[in-house]
């Protein structure tokens, strides 16, 4: 592990142990993107910002964190991908169109059952995106996070860019809870990407500096995690 790395994981922990001793977070939260108290608050919240009412394509992580979330999305007839978990898939998103769910948006929103009844699809399938929900373990104002330190993210965030997908016009936010928000600053490597928007359950803040890779930073990823995401190692094996 380097400094990066180490300073990051400094942060988590601390964010982390905060949120579970308040008993704002299950206090089997450590390692995850931590499901917090106020998740359906943050959402109506965020359901009240020009830049989520503008929105029609939404793509979120597949945290129970941000279900609500999700399930908002499909409430508002936006067409929502959810990322397939680990990005385990050639095809790694699921795609949820509301006009033709067969189930509620509280269900279907659900990563089992989107993983049971929803369709995966490629970069190739999409169409552009206007939100992108981004699961997050600690985020500062100036709009740097951190997630859970898997990197899927990061990657998921780059191939859509790549792709044309994710643009000058798409908004990143990071829904948390309030103590998950930080006053110290959070170290960025090339392949980070920040958000334009923070919302907790009582605030929504609007970050100031717009950070985001080019596209894959090839380098960055070991031969080990090129090869556990399938549509990296196909890419490869070009």
Known sequence: MNTIDQAKQHVRDQVWRRLVESGAAPPDS?????????????????????????????????????????????ADGKLLYMAVPRMASL???FLLDPRTLTLPPEEAADKRAARDHARR???????PIDLV??????????????????GYSDIEVALLIEAGLVTEKTVIVAPVHQLQ?????????PHDFSVDLIVTPDEVIR???RRRPSGILWDDLTAEKIAGIPVLAARVGR
């Open 30 to 74: 450590y390692g995850k993107i931590p499901g917090f108290a106020g998740t359906a608050a943050t959402a109506e919240l965020l359901s009240q910002t020009s830049e989520w009412q503008q929105a029609t394509t939404v793509k979120a992580n597949p945290d129970w964190a941000q279900l609500p979330v999700r399930v908002r999305a499909l």
């Open 133 to 150: 929900i981004c699961g997050s373990v600690a985020v500062n104002r100036s709009g740097a996070r951190i997630g859970k330190g898997a």
């Open 207 to 209: 970050c100031p500096e």
């Open 91 to 93: 095809k790694p998103f």
């Open 121 to 127: 699809v490629g970069v190739e399938d999409m169409t």
């Open 181 to 189: 928000v930080v006053e110290e600053d959070i170290p960025e490597t």
